[in-house]
């Protein structure tokens, strides 16, 4: 029986005079069509089945022999390097602290379409299925090996994935190749046992690889078992006056598990401290290189910090105040000695990233400090443990480099960093801003009366002096501060409105201690932070 044909008994004469076998639907033209759509499904599943395989294999090379080689992470890593500084504003504003979890799903989905897409250029013209697998894992390795943290072996993982994945296309092809049309239903079977306990297979090998990338136990029993030290100098628990008992305005102080986070690393690092050190270097007198144990018992200090992210809009969340335990920076530079003419220092993490302080921001008089601890516990691993960077009066984009492990003392001149290379500014200080937390940011309806409008005034390392709020284009009206734990944080707020029926718009602004108002021109957050005053509307009934 040839593909096409029925092995339906004659019935007699056909159509147009013809005898013998019956046809399917208009003769063996539509049924080769029929055949040719409903296989091309079968090929799609092979193509993605081949790049689960692929994809389990390559996780657990990376598992084994390099964990910051996983296809997945390092393609998206490069995705993350090369997308314009629009793309990225835009979806951290649409998906804020999601936004790593957004990229990988999408890079997932990307994937499976290319998947897809192989088996069904196998099907048309092989082997062009399995060559467009080698450019697909050619990407992945040309990632792995770019990547300023690559280590010698993070090629491993693409390789493994693009040799396995088109021996499986391969082998499901052959497959393929007994399945005859859509009515052959033991060798589709077959088909489909083999190419789903492939995909199985794959997908639970990707998941124990990234359970066994994840979970080096040896790093988490350390932070667990590391108690952090005494401060030698103690930062007094926030006044009574210095926090609102408003419902809905932002705590004081961030719970940890609520601090913003927006860093360029899918996979976050696990660094044992024991592994640890920092190195000062550059335009240095002395080059100077202290571990983990020498930084915890040199005498630690305990501040206030509010850290901002670029990236954050008018209104925006991607702020937060926590209490930090770490060692003044100054003091490191000062035994290092800067030469004359430096005025950078280019922090550099363990995966690579960079970012460009101002040298005269960490040898002045503020908390700037390598913290190892936040809120009275050990840094959490996707907020720099071991160690990181907090500065004050800057975004973090400039300052904040989470598991530091470099410091070079130069200038701008020479260097340039991560963010600055893709059209920031260099020095990025955090510009006076203000927000309304209550009523909702987004706004609703409220009950007539007496309302209580609150929120949060920021002009870190210069402090606040002042908010003023207004109802639609009427004239500007003082809130009430909270008191300051410091310049360097956040300050709380409070004004009563006497709220009529109707809709109104609610503004508000700050004033710096400087007596610096607030902006109302609009700007968008490249090159240095967005600017403009937050609004909301309010329904009043």
């Known amino acids: 029986m040839s593909p096409g044909q029925s092995s339906t008994p004659s019935r007699g004469p056909g159509p147009a005079g013809h005898s013998g076998q019956f046809e399917h639907v208009n003769g063996p033209a539509a049924s080769a069509t029929t055949h040719s759509r409903s296989s091309r499904w079968w090929w799609v599943a092979a193509g993605i089945s081949a790049v689960a395989a692929g994809l389990g294999g390559a996780e657990l090379a990376a598992a084994l022999l390099a964990p910051s080689g996983s296809p997945l992470l390092v393609v998206g890593s490069l995705v993350i390097d090369i997308v314009p500084a629009w793309v990225k504003n835009g979806v951290i504003a649409l998906f804020g602290t999601s936004d790593k979890a957004v990229l990988l799903i999408a890079l997932a989905l990307l994937v499976a379409a290319l998947a897809g897409l192989a088996g069904i250029l196998e099907r048309a013209r092989p082997p062009l299925g399995r060559v467009l697998l080698g450019v697909i894992g050619l990407i992945g390795v040309v990632a792995a090996v770019t990547r300023s943290s690559a280590g010698q072996l993070d090629a491993v993982p693409s390789l493994v994935a693009t040799v396995i994945a088109a021996i499986i296309l391969r082998w499901l092809s052959k497959r393929l190749a007994f399945v005859a049309d859509e009515h052959d239903a033991i060798e589709r079977r077959r088909f489909l046992v083999s190419a789903g306990s492939t995909a199985v297979i794959g997908l639970l090998a990707v998941l124990s690889g990234r359970m066994l990338t994840a979970g080096r136990q040896a790093t988490q029993a350390a932070r667990t078992a590391f108690k952090l030290p005494r401060a030698a100098t103690i930062a007094s628990a926030p006044a009574s006056g210095t926090s609102l008992a408003v419902h809905g305005l932002t705590p004081l102080v961030t719970p940890n598990a609520d601090f913003y986070r927006i860093d360029t690393?899918?996979?976050?690092?696990?660094?044992?401290?024991?592994?640890?050190?920092?190195?000062?270097?550059?335009?240095?007198?002395?080059?100077?290189?202290?571990?983990?144990?020498?930084?915890?018992?040199?005498?630690?200090?305990?501040?206030?910090?509010?850290?901002?992210?670029?990236?954050?809009?008018?209104?925006?969340?991607?702020?937060?105040?926590?209490?930090?335990?770490?060692?003044?920076?100054?003091?490191?530079?000062?035994?290092?000695?800067?030469?004359?003419?430096?005025?950078?220092?280019?922090?550099?993490?363990?995966?690579?990233?960079?970012?460009?302080?101002?040298?005269?921001?960490?040898?002045?008089?503020?908390?700037?400090?390598?913290?190892?601890?936040?809120?009275?516990?050990?840094?959490?691993?996707?907020?720099?443990?071991?160690?990181?960077?907090?500065?004050?009066?800057?975004?973090?984009?400039?300052?904040?480099?989470?598991?530091?492990?470099?410091?070079?003392?130069?200038?701008?001149?020479?260097?340039?960093?991560?963010?600055?290379?893709?059209?920031?500014?260099?020095?990025?200080?955090?510009?006076?801003?203000?927000?309304?937390?209550?009523?909702?940011?987004?706004?609703?309806?409220?009950?007539?009366?007496?309302?209580?409008?609150?929120?949060?005034?920021?002009?870190?390392?210069?402090?606040?002096?002042?908010?003023?709020?207004?109802?639609?284009?009427?004239?500007?009206?003082?809130?009430?501060?909270?008191?300051?734990?410091?310049?360097?944080?956040?300050?709380?707020?409070?004004?009563?409105?006497?709220?009529?029926?109707?809709?109104?718009?609610?503004?508000?602004?700050?004033?710096?201690?400087?007596?610096?108002?607030?902006t109302a021109a609009l700007a968008d957050v490249v090159p240095d932070g967005a600017t403009g005053l937050h609004s909301i509307d309010v329904t009043v009934s």
């Open 265 to 518: 690393a899918l996979q976050v690092p696990t660094v044992d401290p024991k592994d640890w050190s920092l190195k000062i270097f550059g335009m240095v007198d002395t080059e100077l290189t202290i571990t983990f144990d020498e930084l915890v018992a040199l005498p630690l200090e305990e501040s206030y910090t509010t850290l901002a992210c670029v990236s954050n809009y008018v209104g925006g969340d991607l702020i937060g105040n926590a209490k930090w335990l770490g060692y003044p920076i100054r003091e490191l530079l000062k035994r290092a000695g800067p030469r004359p003419g430096a005025d950078m220092v280019l922090s550099t993490s363990i995966d690579g990233f960079t970012a460009s302080t101002p040298l005269p921001v960490l040898t002045d008089d503020r908390n700037a400090i390598l913290a190892l601890g936040m809120n009275g516990e050990p840094l959490r691993f996707e907020h720099g443990y071991p160690v990181r960077m907090v500065v004050p009066g800057l975004y973090g984009y400039v300052s904040a480099t989470k598991w530091v492990t470099q410091m070079e003392v130069t200038t701008f001149a020479k260097h340039a960093a991560y963010w600055t290379d893709r059209g920031w500014s260099e020095r990025g200080p955090v510009k006076l801003s203000s927000r309304i937390d209550v009523p909702h940011r987004g706004g609703g309806q409220i009950a007539a009366g007496t309302v209580t409008v609150a929120g949060v005034a920021w002009a870190q390392h210069t402090g606040i002096s002042g908010v003023q709020l207004r109802v639609d284009d009427g004239p500007w009206n003082d809130a009430e501060l909270a008191d300051a734990i410091s310049a360097d944080t956040w300050r709380q707020w409070h004004w009563s409105w006497l709220a009529r029926p109707g809709k109104y718009v609610l503004s508000v602004r700050a004033i710096d201690a400087g007596g610096e108002v607030q």
